[in-house]
């Protein structure tokens, strides 16, 4: 079975493409450079060249598609809407015209296709993205459902965790800041379900084993909590000193793209129909920081 990463030079590419490796046949595409995953196979594609596309796809033949590339900035997708929409929609028509029927695509999408108006948000709300980067990732979505084999759509939470050897997330800036005693500001006011970067891998792989087809999925964890909350059990799991933290509102600090106050995800859906169970942010965050240095 070979399966192809795009955007496996970024945060999550790279460490999906990490664990999958140590049991599949693995090639891996960037766009700049490439990390340091050990078993990968690499190759440069650009989604904004047809061309580039159709050739990577037909050198690599792939069982399973796994779709990570994406212009996943939200400011720079805010003030680049065109280019945004250009790697993010136009990139998935690219990539869905060129995979062979019988392969099978699993398409990263993102919490930010919601509209943030409830808690808690189902696979079957309607989608409302309140930015362009949600816009253009909606975008996508409705590309890939005219694929005419067999895919599915992982709407992801924000992610955290990882190995620190690729590209760093937002709880490690956190973590970095508070270990050399410095003050972190951090939102009281916005709520997410974060996600335990394992566990992307852990759903991808049970995805492949039960083959469901034409679906769409949430995937969070369990905890639905603000980045100030997530801060202090990060403090209080690694014995950093919480009174580091400064609890601030959304609205104390403005940002180009607007962002959404809650985007928790209700993900029964997947837990039933895949059978995983993802981390407890406390769990997930013992596991990625306990052997920090
Ligand atoms: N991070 C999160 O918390 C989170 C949460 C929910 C969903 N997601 C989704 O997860 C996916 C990956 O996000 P990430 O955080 O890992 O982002 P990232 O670190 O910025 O990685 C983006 C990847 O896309 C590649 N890419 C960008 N433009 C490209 C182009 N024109 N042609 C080919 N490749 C291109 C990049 O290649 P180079 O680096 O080599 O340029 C990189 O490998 C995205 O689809 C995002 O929407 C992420």
Redesign the pocket.
């Known amino acids: 079975m070979t399966i192809l990463i795009?955007?496996?030079?970024?945060?999550?590419?790279a460490n999906l493409a990490h664990d999958l490796a140590q049991t599949y046949s693995v090639i891996g595409?960037?766009?700049?450079?490439y990390p340091p995953v050990p078993g990968v196979d690499w190759v440069s594609?650009?989604?904004?060249c047809r061309d580039s596309v159709r050739q990577v796809v037909e050198n690599c033949c792939p069982t399973v598609a796994v779709h990570?590339?994406?212009?996943?900035?939200t400011e720079r997708a805010q003030t680049h809407f065109d280019e945004a929409v250009q790697?993010n929609r136009d990139?998935t028509c690219l990539l869905v015209e060129s995979l062979p029927r019988d392969c099978y695509l699993i398409h990263?999408?993102?919490?930010h296709v919601y509209n943030a108006s409830k808690s808690w948000f189902l696979e079957t709300d309607p989608p409302g993205p309140v930015n362009q980067y949600g816009r253009t990732?909606l975008l996508a979505e409705q590309e890939v459902l005219h694929f005419e084999g067999d895919w599915i759509i992982l709407r992801?939470?924000?992610?955290y965790g990882g190995r620190k050897e690729y590209?760093l997330?937002f709880s490690d800036r956190i973590y970095s800041q508070m270990k050399q005693g410095k003050p972190v500001s951090l939102f009281m006011d916005e709520f997410r379900t974060p996600l335990n970067m394992s566990d992307v891998a852990i759903a991808v792989q049970a995805a492949m084993e039960r083959h469901p087809a034409r679906e769409i999925f949430n995937l969070g964890g369990p905890d639905r909590l603000s980045r100030a909350e997530f801060g202090a059990i990060l403090a209080e799991e690694t014995g950093l000193d919480p009174g580091l933290i400064q609890r601030i509102s959304v609205d104390s600090s403005p940002t180009i793209a607007p962002r959404p106050r809650d985007l928790s995800l209700n993900s029964d859906k997947i837990r039933s129909c895949l059978g995983i169970h993802p981390l407890s942010v406390r769990e997930g965050i013992r596991r990625a920081y306990s052997t920090c240095p």
């Open positions: 795009t955007g496996a030079s970024g945060f999550l590419g595409t960037y766009r700049n450079e594609m650009d989604l904004t990570c590339a994406a212009q996943a900035n790697i990139g990263i999408s993102t919490e990732k992801m939470a924000l992610l590209r997330c």
